[in-house]
């Protein structure tokens, strides 16, 4: 375990700048490793020891290691994450032509983001795209990333709003347009017998005509590269940490398996829309991640019994203590950045954890040779939630919530450290049976 593991996590973070980036960069890592693709809509023929993937939408993926006994006999070690991150995502027929040519981007917001930080950044667009092709039924998907600068959200100057600094409340519809230059006549002109911005660029970036392109999913994303922070680099920033540094750590465990066979099936599963409550037919909310362990090897009563057998990580990253905000705390669980993994925990069962998940946890983390943090919420702060108990309302697994404490959870960029990356690839790697 070394600093290649964060120079990896950089790297990843970079290629991934929406969820079906972040899915493919998973299915190129695993095929590399030698894991074999399914497709939902063939039978599968799988063999004890055999390394696979599967995914759902392009967006969530779930890979796995097929055990030498039967999961209703050695069960499933489980790690879940999320692929999606608050951003915004551009709309049809998006542009908005305004004075001297200026065009701006008609967007949604996606998740509950920190608006403020999206301002007066190099911003990019990335997604994918639906193209014509003879079946209608079947339009051929492509994914985009522009990777260069195209579009800001410029801020509003002080000079016409002196109270800016003392409380900014900001309108999606009005203040967060991006804007990606400006034209002559001539050119926007050409640019609407081109299906308007937003069609000509994707057009040029595929090498494809504009007419062809039937829709898009594209959010924008900041270009700043991921980068360490701190005097002593102990800090990795990027956008999108929560939860792609979850789904990475599990996908460098599972890499970091190679060979090794164990009984119990290891399966890593990365749903999307956890940002906006998961009930989609690729989040969590979905029956597809338990069709997956069905079609693994426990089918029927067998799923019940390998469910009994089974235990679940689901990771999500949590709240580090700040030091500007200490009263937002609790007084004595609030994990620190370096601190180690976090072990999640709420009395109101907003967390899958319990005494008894949270003890094997424990007891991992030990066996790993790393720290442990807990982190349960000020009692007068209400709090967030994830996937964990979303996902148990179609299994009803064991297992606990965690995560690696971070800075600015949903800004445009968040802050983690490097030293609590590495131990939760560490406590994954003993989990997976290394
Ligand atoms: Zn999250």
Known sequence: MSKDNIKRLLDWLDASPSCFQAVDTISRELENAGFVRLNEEESWQLTPGGKYYTTKNSSAIAAFICG?????EAGF??????SDSPCFKIKPNAEIIGDGGVVSLNVEKYGGGILYTWFDRPLSVAGRVMLRTADPFAPEERLVDVKRPVATIPHI?????RAVNEGNPLSVQKDMKPVVGYFSDAELEEMKRHGGFVKSLIADELCVDHSDILDYELCLYPCEKA???GAAGEYF???????????FASLEALLGMKDAVTECTRIMGVFDNEETGSGTKQGAHSPWFRSVMERIGAPGEELHRAVARSFMIS?????AWHPNYNEKYDPTNHPVIGGGPVIKINANCKYMTDAQSAAVFRRLCEEAGVKCQSFVNHSDVAGGSTLGNILTGQLPLRGVDMGCAIWAMHSARETAGVSDHLDTVKVFSRFYGA
Do not use: K, Y
């Open 315 to 319: 990771a999500d990253d949590a709240h």
């Open 77 to 82: 070690r489980i790690i879940t994450s999320h």
């Open 157 to 161: 100057a002080f000079h016409f709003n």
């Open 237 to 247: 920033q990027s956008g999108r940490i929560d939860d792609l540094s979850m789904a």
């Open 227 to 229: 980068g360490i922070v």
């Open 68 to 72: 030498t006994a039967s999961p209703a």
